[in-house]
């Protein structure tokens, strides 16, 4: 039977990432579809969805912080209103110096685009930082599995969602005209262009296993403080890991994160626990007791910048990858760019644009399903 009108887009992937680019080009007007297979322990769920504009003992502003960071919270808030969820929170962080040297270097950031006040030395009982910090603007985190399951919840209502795999050989790519999918019911499925949004998955999938992806796995803790009167309140803590306050729970943290490179597959261990809770001591001496630990693989690049644009082979043939830990700070603006490209006349950023790696292509020949 043939399929129905083509649809714009058809979308193979909902976390982040993919949940984000499907309400954005719906919000524009588009007619989706997406497809995804819940992962309770993706790297979407996992983590800690923090916003971060400084990076590293550096203090470098995060790539396109002045243009990104404040889209972000624009389109998570009115991710809010549309679904009626609360989950992003808008808070300072406190970035601890580690020595006299970052201290000095530091200091001259305040008043800094996203830099506040400097944070006062302190050593009590429940706090350690002799070195004082910087309290950063402009940042916040994302109650990531809260926003995935709103967002399920809307595409759904929509008709726009299918909770089943991608299965290469069911994508068919005529010689001209729409791409068609076979649904896993029998059904086929025509879209102008199918845009890749798999997360640390793309490794595996042909079309898109040439391109230098570098995934790693990260393990967060979540944790109960004993004592965390003498804390600020609604404020993340990071100094060498990041603790991130949990809404309506006194006390509670996520505590974040292990970056493990190689191809093992996700999953906490006991290094992995040890090593957060001793980052934790450094600058939260007091004790914590552990009420959670999971483990996710990130969908990070060998030049720590995503990957955008099309099939070198096809051009129907999309992706929208390779944010690895920047996601929540980064796919709001970058799928208003790509939505922007995808309608015309605008052009992609040369950073994210997959072509960069052009040279590493291997040919059509092993790579576009028949």
Known sequence: MMPAEPLDYLLIGHGLAGAVLAHTLAQAGARLL???VPAPDSA???????????AGRRFALTWRAAELLPAAAAWYRAAEAATGTRFWHELAIWKFFTSVEDANTGLTR???????????PADTPTLRAPFGGL???????????AFLDAMTAHRKARGELREEAFDPARLTLPTTGAATYELADGTTVAAHRVIFCEGA???????????????????????????PAGLPPDVVLNGGAYAVPQ????????????YEWGDQPPA???????????????????????????????????????????????????????FGSKGVGLAPGLAAHLAAVLAGPETLWPEVNLARFAALYPGADSMTPT
């Open 247 to 258: 809404p309506g729970a006194p006390g509670r943290y996520r505590l974040g994160a292990t």
């Open 268 to 322: 906490p261990t006991a290094a992995g626990r040890a090593d957060l809770l001793g980052r934790l001591a450094r600058f939260a001496p007091g004790a914590a007791t552990v009420a959670g630990h999971r483990a996710g693989r990130r969908p990070a690049v060998r030049d720590r910048r995503p990957l955008v644009g099309p099939h070198p082979a096809d051009a129907r043939l999309w992706l929208f990858n390779g």
């Open 135 to 145: 309290a950063l603007t402009g940042g916040g985190f994302l109650q990531t599995e």
């Open 44 to 54: 979407s769920r996992v983590a800690a969805g923090l916003v971060n504009p400084l």
């Open 110 to 120: 305040v008043g800094e685009p996203f830099v506040g006040a400097a944070v006062a």
């Open 34 to 36: 997406v497809l995804d």
């Open 201 to 227: 998955a793309a490794v595996l999938n042909p079309l898109w296993r040439w391109l230098p992806f570098t995934p790693n796995n990260g393990q967060v803790l979540d944790i109960t403080l004993a004592d």
